[in-house]
């Protein structure tokens, strides 16, 4: 089977129980995920191998990554130790009209340290078909934005797939006034994206006519306009989620590939138990759909949205559904939902 | 007041906290249940004199059996002790696309070694005006099965009404390829029958015209051809069911007596926070409608639609709300709930 | 910035974890609140300025009571210590068609024990700009109806503000058998009141024609004749809760001053965390609204009702997100209810 | 078998977690019991059939006391219904240096106010061997002290043994300022009786030369006095607690009987888990040692002791524990401490 | 490095919580052990390659086993899938006086279900140097019992170093009246044995004089009986725990090697946290010392005393410390249990 | 009464649950504290006004620390708002010969990115008669070290007295080589300081004859030696811990004045809840027996003791007993544990 090595950042996440406030919180929640760390995760219990590379301090908090990693079934070998600390997050879960909101506490962590040359990039890709980045990792600093790009250069040396999910986070990318410099330069080199309008907007000045988000025909412009920036994109892809309220969004996801664009069954999700990751799983499922039915696109499009909706009823970052749970799914709602016993 | 006797295994439950799945799970919330036994806790609960028999191990976890019946003020007389081990199930709760997930662990259970004379059936139904069972205990061993069938027949000879819920369940009935020969002789001795089409089609091939079952023409029919089979069987209700998804479902249910079918008013049930023992309430309230208004079958079936709605929103597997509140939910969803202070 | 002091009860409140009915609880949640308090509190999280009267035990309970309003910068001189015990309440949290309940346990408290004359109304008073009262106090004893009647005196002859919440509950008032005397003379010196179709019937045997709580027509109809017989009452004010089932309420205003009647827009509140605590939150929107923008009536009112909204996403009594919150939920739900991030 | 009754109040208890204090508790840990229903459910663990006489409110706090004495198979003919509140106590759980607090909130419940007439002594004590009564019930008020009365004399007349444990509590006896008149003439009909140097103290005023109560000579000099004072006692005893610190006591008990003084072993209780229930669960080993082994004090005196000494390992009101696991710890400590596989 | 292959069952452990009996639990922590995992677990801890080998359902319960074993990097080529369920126990943590108590669950399990051939000894035991098993994986049933005699025999032959805790538990054994003919042909090819005197009572009748478990002179005697009796020993090793309360115990070891024989330091455990796996945790030291200290005893034997005095401090079946935990426990204790800062 | 300034960070504490290992941990329990803010609420709960002087960032999290102090009664005032994270700690809670294990994460707060200028001194320490710094302010940055020195110097001005616990942590002291430099300078203008044998060695080099941290003696030599070097210094302390393990650790201290030394009697801590603010809770004793009874350094000295033994039973960073729970244990230890009630 074809082999996928993921690399960015695993942080610790505290999250209020229940949906309580911060101010409510004598207790937290504690998790270990990031955005690419939750597509190796879900890969590996889809069944695809998968390697991840990242870079944790030599404490007992960094040990706890390993064992996460591990736990799934994710090869560590390219986990390295050293730096000061283990990037955190905070995770305050809302309800109804109340927004969940992080604060990111992940400066001066272990990963935000690495530095070019940290990584043997040859010998982690090697026995690998698929490499997948985010925009979060060239966010965090610029030496691991250098980093990213080593990776990204040897993947493409060594002829694998190269995906990206562009992730903007207003938050991050404090040491550059410029993320488009850098994004460009590793978007030359992808082959499949996850952008939304916002990503397009906030990195490339992109930005079509008729601004309206919720509308798929503005989100499919903006991957053409995206796709002739960048021609050497073979496939990009938007969620479209509408919020009717925390607890409530419906999502579904568009594909343009050769101008062809594709749209998938739109899911209602109602209650959300948890919707960090949710991008990250449509991402797994999508990998995994291209690497399992390249043939079919739409089927490859519909898994990743199967895949994420189903994300969106568990708690923690990362999908832990199988290959199975999702065929189900996509089969019908109500035969999926019943009790299954 | 009339009082009913139920046979049937009382399980410990063991269900992830919260929605989580099993491999998240570091804890498991416990309870004890059983399809038969939720219905004698309900009628208990209900102000119904209601007694249990059944078998459990002589150890801490089958004492835990006795506790919970008798707290509930479920009469024990019939609670036999011997065999090896608790029957378990284990519960994962799911929400929205996600299904919830039960894996059983009992076979070789006390209850499934029960045989033939182990029970006192005059004894134990002495003084009862109805018998209780259903499809679950013939399924679990050949000698239950005997034991369940010795069951009836004592209570049809004492003249008590007998009700059965169907309750097929595919991962039980291992060992014989003929549930029906043996539902076919218990069947033929029961009054009151709950049954879906997967029920009929499963136990006696039955299958009406335009397979639909979200719909109550079709369920009616199944019903009609149930009856046809079994001409004893003097009222054969159905529930139906719909499901938008894990934590969604509409709830209705239908009833056939001598040849006049009734419909209940339908329940949005939204948010579902536990839907196991949903059937097993529906039967307690449906027996408690025939016992107390048994001139006015509108209102039985009513009111053990609006009980089963209620049990819905309770966690663990027996309804615990009171004759007051279901007449409440009866009276109007809006005024029910309204917090009451 | 004006100062608010607002004067009434705070008990514990003993509520049950998930949605455990109070047979299945073997643990209790427990917080402090009360109509009023939970109004201070939400001001001074809104950066107002406010104030506490009241009384509490002298044990290690009713120092909870202190923390809990200092830790949230409630001014706490006004906290006067004595009496036997603090008032507790109990609570089943509902969810679908099973309703939240409510156990008072209140009677004899340190509160119901206030006699005239241990408050010293001026001194507390003194320096605030704005006194508020709610119909729960007058309620729990013929003393601490004094009480409050001293209160609103004094708040009169200092020329404060005076507004009032009915909250009319038919567990309390056991007292006296004409609540109509005593709510008569208070009322007369109040200027804002909120007050539902229910409060009016129940205190003052007011009712419109053409009985139908849940429209808007028919409660300002109601509120017409409130100011009718109080002309002293610039501002009435209704809440509009319409409830489709224990989670899931619709919620809006209507706001009559100056015979001008005004609407504020209409939220549908699912899944609803916490309930209770919903119209003491919106008092307090309003207070704040009233203050901050005394000259844009509807401002006021939408405030009020989107900060309400917030509320019933939060367990506990009181109300805890910031102006900016409410502001942004003003701006847009959909917008609202992204990951803040 | 010999069948007990007792007479008492069955109190909700609020503990706080783990070994939190007060102001630190966001939960409280629920369970209900009262030094009386402590005996009555021990006794049925041990196997005696007992019958528990109280009053509770008819409310669902009410039925949690029903439920929890069901469970445990202690008889509820003799639990009435009626009154305002379920009393309540509240309790801080220490360690080390720090002692455990009890806050009670027990005025104005239904048992105390209990009225003469209303209990059907005869009814219930009738096909009973022992009543056991404690100087709780008489201390809450003054009418719950007649109606203790009444059942003192009742049992008398119809011949039952009649044990009281003194329990002096300092916060109760609000009504009277004369214990003594009202314990008097109840102890003059009582057998059996539990009382340590305070207790004779604070009743009766007895005080023996050189005071040391953890001195067991001078523990047994007061017993000489309260029977020359009593000559109507057939057993009396004592526990001899010593108090290294909250989470370390030594455990004994002296019984004097017909001038003979009898000790028993010594238990080094460390750590205590909980000491609440400590002299009730003796209580409850006396009487099951005086009624199945008349003719060996020693064993009677021994099996409570070691009764007790199990308890404080146990969270909660009760003892838990059987016959056989006492008689484990009586052969000796060491093997009754391995783990049981 | 050296390389351990250990064979054994892994049961889901459900165990109350704080020190709640088993009628008292609502919840129950679940984790994954078993005394060969725990041994393998440790080593891997340790820094040991470490392997494990044995059989699953494939069910989600299956499943956590994987992955517990992956997450602390044991090796789980050797993990079979296939029977009908997961092997459970249930533990009742005690305290003070009161013991643990474990009630197994394990029949009819997949690794019971085992049956010669299924696995592939040899492929499994290439490039290991150690072999470990214990006395439990015979006790289950004869099928089971034939496996572990081809694993012992295969790693004979490849030549590793083959060790056995013996582990006799009483309520296993079910299916044959001679363990001794079982367990003679697996010892006689075994090298290192931890034994004590009950086991080497219950398997082979060995008894020395002057009997008395806590004397390290008679658990020596009963040593040199054990090796005359199996000359093939090289290293007989003996726990001596002597049991003062179940959360207070001393624990110290003893081994026999050519006759010599060499006593550890004794550790004064109290409070114990968890002794279960207390064995197991010595075992692993054990092998650790002997693999890495082999020309030191004494180190190897205090090795593992000290690792398992640390595992009593630890929740869960597990030893979870690492070499320098232990490796500064030997330093001196008071060292050790400073906070490290 | 006086008044009391404290200067230091506050940090959120994250500990594992129970004795949960790190690797263990799927929650933490949060809490919020450093080694001067537990002085200065320990102090506000003994009833002496206190002050806190810090800075937390603009974000929820920093609020959290105002509300702590604010609900402890801590006047907050001197709490500046800016920066980018509060500092962090996690906390492995030992047991038994398991040490408890801290891991910081305070690195960039916005405590150590405090700049001279930014704290208006003047205004914070008016009106204050002491003012408490500590050894790990100026250990964080070298900017904190200078504004913890201009703090000194403006005590010193206003004529304050000062205090210092010297708490040397070998993990801070990052940013130079010479800790001596620093703190000698600050040492030089303080009042009172708390210091033990470590502390006096590394940032002093001082060292007595016959090195034996556990000898009283070799602590008074020490504190001699400290005293010659600073003889500004009225009063040295030093406490003196010995840990028999991480659960059981006896506890007394020794007093320097004017050559007089004093020692308090000695306190055998089991079980310990929590030691992480055991010398805080001590240094607040001290600041509060000098200041209450400032002719009496015995009865200061035992009260500091006595109040830090408490401490140690209560989980969390801060000391919450009242100076009566204080005096009862400096009564007599057996009195003070025996249940309040």
Not at 67 to 79: C, I, K, S
Not at 108 to 115: E, I, V
Not at 185 to 214: Q, R, S
Not at 332 to 338: D, H, I, L, Y
Request: charged share 20%; hydrophobic share 40%.
């Amino acid at each position: 089977m074809k082999k996928v090595a993921c690399f960015g950042e695993v942080m610790m996440r505290l999250s209020t129980p229940g949906h309580q406030m911060f101010g409510q919180a004598r207790q937290f929640n504690a998790c270990y995920g990031g955005a690419e760390a939750n597509v190796a995760i879900s890969l590996a219990t889809f069944g695809v191998p998968s390697s991840f590379i990242t870079r944790v301090p030599a404490n007992d908090l960094g040990e706890c990554v390993w064992q996460e990693l591990r736990r799934y079934g994710v090869g560590t070998q390219g986990v390295y130790t050293g730096g000061d600390r283990l990037g955190l997050y905070f995770l305050e879960s809302g309800a109804g009209f109340r927004s969940s909101k992080v604060i990111y506490d992940r400066s001066h962590s272990s990963f935000a340290a690495l530095a070019p040359g940290m990584i043997d990039w040859e010998a982690q890709l090697a026995g690998h078909d698929w490499f997948h980045w985010s925009g979060i990792s060239p966010a965090v600093s610029q030496s691991a934005a250098e980093v990213c790009l080593e990776g990204v250069k040897m993947a493409k040396q060594l002829g694998l797939q190269i995906s990206c999910d562009l992730n903007y986070r207003s938050k991050l990318w404090q040491y550059t006034d410029s993320p488009e410099e850098v994004m460009t330069e590793l978007m030359a080199l992808t082959d499949v994206v996850l952008a939304n309008p916002d990503d397009a907007w906030h990195y490339f000045g992109i930005k079509a006519e008729g601004y309206d988000i919720d509308d798929p025909a503005y989100n499919e412009a903006v991957l053409r306009l995206l796709v002739q920036k960048f021609p050497n994109i073979k496939t990009a892809v938007t969620t479209l989620r509408r919020t009717i309220n925390a607890s409530h969004n419906s999502w579904a996801a568009l594909m343009l590939q050769h101008d062809e664009s594709l749209l998938s069954p739109v899911y209602d999700l109602n209650p959300i138990i948890d919707r960090v990751g949710g991008g990250d799983s449509f991402m797994a499922g999508l990998i995994y759909g291209l690497l399992q039915h390249p043939d079919d696109l739409q089927y490859a499009l519909n898994f990743a949205v199967a895949a994420s909706a189903l994300k969106h009823s568990i708690e923690g970052d990362a999908n832990l559904v199988k290959v199975a749970d999702v065929a189900k799914l996509m089969e019908g709602s109500s035969v999926a939902a019943r009790v299954s016993r």
